[in-house]
């Protein structure tokens, strides 16, 4: 069976773009070797403990891992004697340490008697390496790990986005320009996994971390003479005054810590996969091929659905903005009936006054002022951009309890037919200790809420028993459970995109309502911004390795696939790579403009998710050493996919294109849109 689409179309009528998707006949499976470890093998057996003075060793059949109480260095050997420091002696006065005890179970313990932090460490059967605990006295911090400057570490791997493979002497990131040393990023609201790492100089080694204590902890990078430092700080507070970090090696693969992540996460019996979600609610599984794309203006009428379809868009999540033109039952019955899922957008963290409400998503009748969260100084917490308050979580659970206002609202959201709901900052992480008399939370009640609320919107509680299709913002890990699909989760995100997004005059302003430059208007970022955002070499498919088959993540919805045309080559077969849906802003003017090159990409992107969409990522390889040629596997041989980022042709693959090999089946190529 062979199918060939040549797209002619341009984006937006300012440049021109062309996407070829190309269906051959069946071919052997191609081997993941040779190159860098495929897949991040993690020993499974629980390390055996002993001391060796201040030493602690724990070590299984392959690896071993060592700390040192006095100091906390440690390191992580391979049973041929290979080594790498994981981390460097910790930069926070501790005192002197207790001689350390180990008991019959092999669990170890020690204490600095002079700062009030004491330790314990045990094997972690989930991963083969260790599990530390610090206990300390609140107002006190520690800094652990961190990274060595011994020349033994290569690179450094961190969830921002789906996930970015840092080289510690790489010149761009060690200057101010990149934005990767200007602020620490909170794990608990700044990244999407609570979990990082670090590859050795040579193959075949590396380590993982994880915290399960992601409030009050934040991964911070300084350059020292011309090498990254990755520092994890944890504040000792009320809230949270443990700190426990599980160490484990690795392989050496860039995505080792995000594999470590799943393996933890699976055995606490904390992960639900897409084909469950399905299983609950069968209409989950229409977001299985289906790219995500928010309508304006001619884009919310009936006749664009035919559009759409005229356009083979065989599958679609359509997202309409909170601006008060919702789209009518005849627009989401007819979506529906051509197997796409038509979604409110909504936010229950804002609220502002009903009189002047810019938002209807922000109008809390009985809410504003007195469901605003209160700062420690008793004022109310203003909200994103200043505008109104952070709405309490705890307060809004009180107001659906007394009179039902999240009921009402989702209920009048869905009245015309959606099957779907996209909640705003729900899953991103942004939490609030709220110290008002009426309505008190900590970070953890607020985190408990929230995920108990998308529980709720999933499973038909707020709808009338009508099960929705959940997504949220940028969904840390911790949410994954709740909700179904991530919008921005894919995206990696640096301080100055907040400053180009606040410039109207190139980015673009939330006006005409039709037809909104902040979302239409191609712009170009700086190229510093760009390329630590958008580098293929530098990304890594962190996110979807733990994650893949249990949510579907998107980039951000202004971000759109046609927002940024100088990188739209590199994001395109990036997200495919991935096996992500890519992102779109869409009116009947674009999607006119660009009916062929929507039409190859999502047939393409339906191709790869009828082989492997609810299945895991299992492998992860830079073929090349510039590594402009990458290669995933999904669940095990079962998909295989080839990027070419490059200018020439390598294993096979054509430059700027991407090869899919489904095990048993056909293969095809896709060729991405380029400025």
């Given at each position: 069976?062979?199918?060939?689409?040549?797209?002619?179309?341009?984006?937006?009528?300012?440049?021109?773009v062309?996407?070829?998707?190309?269906?051959?006949?069946?071919?052997?499976?191609?081997s993941?070797?040779?190159?860098?470890?495929?897949?991040?093998?993690i020993?499974?057996s629980?390390?055996?403990?002993?001391?060796?003075?201040?030493?602690?060793?724990?070590?299984t059949?392959?690896f071993?891992?060592?700390?040192?109480?006095?100091t906390?260095?440690a390191?992580?050997?391979?049973?041929?004697?290979?080594?790498?420091?994981?981390?460097?002696?910790?930069?926070?006065?501790?005192g002197?340490?207790?001689?350390?005890t180990?008991?019959?179970?092999?669990?170890?313990?020690w204490?600095?008697?002079?700062?009030?932090?004491?330790?314990?460490?045990s094997p972690d059967?989930?991963?083969?390496?260790?599990?530390?605990?610090f206990?300390?006295?609140?107002?006190?911090?520690?800094d652990?790990?961190?990274?060595?400057?011994?020349g033994?570490?290569r690179?450094?791997?961190?969830?921002?986005?789906?996930?970015?493979?840092?080289?510690?002497?790489?010149a761009?990131?060690?200057?101010?320009?990149?934005?990767?040393?200007?602020e620490?990023?909170d794990?608990?609201?700044?990244?999407?996994?609570?979990?990082?790492?670090?590859?050795?100089?040579?193959?075949?080694l590396?380590?993982?971390?994880?915290?399960?204590?992601?409030?009050?902890?934040?991964?911070?990078?300084a350059?020292e003479?011309?090498t990254?430092?990755?520092?994890s700080?944890?504040?000792f507070?009320d809230?949270?005054p443990?700190?426990e970090?599980?160490?484990?090696?690795?392989?050496?693969?860039?995505?080792?810590?995000?594999?470590?992540?799943r393996?933890?996460?699976?055995?606490q019996?904390?992960?639900?996969?897409?084909?469950?979600k399905?299983?609950?609610?069968p209409?989950?599984?229409?977001?299985?091929?289906?790219?995500?794309?928010?309508?304006?203006?001619?884009?919310?009428?009936?006749?664009?659905?035919?559009?759409?379809?005229?356009a083979?868009?065989?599958?679609?999540?359509?997202?309409?903005?909170s601006?008060?033109?919702?789209?009518?039952?005849?627009?989401?019955?007819?979506?529906?009936?051509?197997?796409?899922?038509?979604?409110?957008?909504d936010?229950?963290?804002?609220?502002?006054?009903?009189?002047?409400?810019?938002t209807?998503?922000?109008?809390?009748?009985?809410?504003?002022?007195?469901?605003?969260?209160?700062?420690?100084?008793?004022e109310?917490?203003p909200?994103?951009?200043?505008?109104?308050?952070?709405?309490?979580?705890?307060?809004l659970?009180?107001?659906?309890?007394?009179r039902?206002v999240?009921?009402?609202?989702?209920?009048?959201?869905?009245?015309?037919?959606?099957?779907?709901?996209f909640?705003?900052v729900?899953a991103?992480g942004?939490?609030?200790?709220?110290?008002?008399?009426?309505?008190?939370?900590?970070?953890?009640?607020?985190?408990?809420?929230?995920?108990?609320?998308m529980?709720q919107?999933?499973?038909?509680t707020?709808?009338?028993?009508q099960?929705?299709?959940?997504?949220s913002?940028?969904?840390?890990?911790?949410?994954?459970?709740?909700i179904?699909?991530s919008?921005?989760?894919?995206?990696?995100?640096?301080?100055?995109l907040?400053?180009?997004?606040?410039?109207a005059?190139s980015?673009?302003?939330?006006?005409?309502?039709?037809?909104?430059?902040?979302?239409?208007?191609?712009?170009?970022?700086d190229?510093?911004?760009?390329?630590?955002?958008?580098?293929?070499?530098?990304?890594?498919p962190?996110?979807?390795t733990?994650?893949?088959?249990s949510?579907?993540?998107?980039?951000?919805?202004?971000?759109?696939?046609?927002?940024?045309?100088?990188a739209?080559f590199?994001?395109?077969?990036?997200?495919?790579?991935y096996?992500?849906?890519?992102?779109?802003?869409?009116?009947?003017?674009?999607?006119?403009?660009e009916?062929?090159?929507?039409?190859?990409?999502?047939?393409?992107f339906?191709?790869?998710?009828?082989a492997a969409?609810?299945?895991?990522?299992?492998?992860?390889?830079?073929?090349?050493?510039?590594?402009?040629?990458?290669?995933?596997?999904?669940?095990g041989?079962?998909?295989v996919?080839?990027?070419?980022?490059?200018?020439?042709?390598?294993?096979?693959?054509?430059?700027?294109?991407?090869?899919a090999?489904?095990?048993?089946?056909?293969?095809?190529?896709?060729?991405?849109?380029?400025?």
């Amino acid at each position: 069976m062979t199918k060939y689409l040549q797209a002619r179309a341009g984006v937006s009528g300012v440049v021109a773009v062309s996407a070829v998707f190309l269906l051959g006949a069946c071919s052997l499976v191609p081997s993941l070797l040779p190159g860098k470890a495929p897949v991040s093998e993690i020993p499974l057996s629980a390390p055996t403990i002993r001391l060796e003075g201040s030493t602690v060793v724990a070590s299984t059949d392959s690896f071993g891992t060592t700390i040192d109480t006095e100091t906390l260095a440690a390191k992580v050997t391979t049973a041929s004697g290979e080594w790498m420091t994981v981390s460097a002696p910790t930069t926070t006065d501790l005192g002197n340490s207790t001689t350390p005890t180990v008991s019959a179970g092999g669990e170890v313990s020690w204490e600095y008697p002079t700062t009030g932090v004491s330790a314990t460490l045990s094997p972690d059967d989930a991963t083969g390496g260790v599990r530390v605990l610090f206990r300390g006295t609140v107002g006190r911090d520690i800094d652990w790990p961190v990274t060595s400057t011994d020349g033994t570490v290569r690179g450094v791997q961190y969830a921002n986005g789906s996930g970015q493979d840092i080289p510690v002497r790489d010149a761009f990131w060690n200057a101010p320009a990149a934005g990767l040393t200007a602020e620490p990023f909170d794990f608990a609201g700044d990244l999407t996994l609570p979990a990082w790492g670090v590859t050795a100089n040579d193959d075949g080694l590396g380590a993982a971390f994880s915290t399960s204590t992601d409030i009050d902890t934040r991964l911070g990078f300084a350059s020292e003479a011309g090498t990254l430092v990755a520092t994890s700080t944890h504040d000792f507070t009320d809230e949270e005054p443990h700190y426990e970090v599980v160490v484990s090696p690795t392989n050496g693969n860039p995505v080792g810590a995000a594999t470590a992540y799943r393996q933890a996460i699976i055995a606490q019996s904390d992960f639900v996969t897409l084909d469950e979600k399905i299983t609950a609610n069968p209409v989950v599984g229409n977001l299985i091929g289906a790219p995500h794309a928010y309508v304006w203006g001619t884009g919310r009428e009936v006749k664009m659905i035919a559009a759409m379809q005229d356009a083979d868009l065989t599958g679609l999540w359509i997202g309409y903005d909170s601006d008060g033109d919702v789209p009518s039952s005849d627009f989401v019955a007819a979506g529906t009936r051509a197997g796409y899922l038509v979604a409110p957008y909504d936010s229950w963290a804002n609220a502002q006054d009903p009189a002047t409400s810019d938002t209807p998503a922000s109008t809390w009748p009985g809410l504003y002022p007195e469901g605003c969260v209160q700062g420690p100084d008793g004022e109310q917490v203003p909200g994103f951009g200043g505008r109104g308050c952070y709405l309490s979580s705890a307060a809004l659970r009180k107001a659906e309890e007394d009179r039902g206002v999240i009921t009402d609202r989702v209920q009048a959201l869905t009245q015309n037919g959606a099957r779907s709901y996209f909640l705003d900052v729900d899953a991103a992480g942004q939490l609030f200790t709220d110290t008002s008399a009426d309505h008190p939370q900590t970070r953890h009640e607020d985190r408990a809420i929230r995920l108990e609320r998308m529980r709720q919107l999933t499973d038909g509680t707020y709808g009338g028993g009508q099960r929705l299709v959940v997504g949220s913002e940028s969904a840390a890990a911790w949410a994954a459970s709740s909700i179904a699909f991530s919008h921005g989760s894919s995206t990696s995100v640096y301080p100055d995109l907040w400053a180009a997004q606040a410039d109207a005059e190139s980015w673009g302003a939330y006006w005409p309502k039709d037809r909104p430059g902040f979302f239409f208007r191609p712009t170009t970022l700086d190229t510093d911004l760009s390329r630590a955002m958008f580098d293929p070499v530098y990304r890594i498919p962190m996110y979807e390795t733990a994650l893949h088959d249990s949510v579907i993540s998107t980039d951000r919805w202004e971000l759109s696939a046609e927002k940024v045309p100088d990188a739209r080559f590199d994001r395109t077969l990036t997200a495919l790579l991935y096996n992500e849906p890519l992102m779109h802003t869409l009116d009947a003017e674009r999607v006119a403009a660009e009916a062929d090159a929507l039409a190859a990409e999502q047939a393409f992107f339906a191709f790869i998710q009828r082989a492997a969409g609810t299945k895991p990522l299992t492998g992860f390889q830079r073929l090349t050493d510039q590594g402009l040629v990458q290669r995933t596997a999904f669940g095990g041989d079962a998909l295989v996919l080839t990027a070419n980022f490059g200018a020439v042709e390598n294993y096979g693959v054509a430059p700027g294109c991407i090869k899919a090999v489904v095990k048993d089946d056909d293969d095809a190529t896709f060729c991405a849109p380029s400025a």
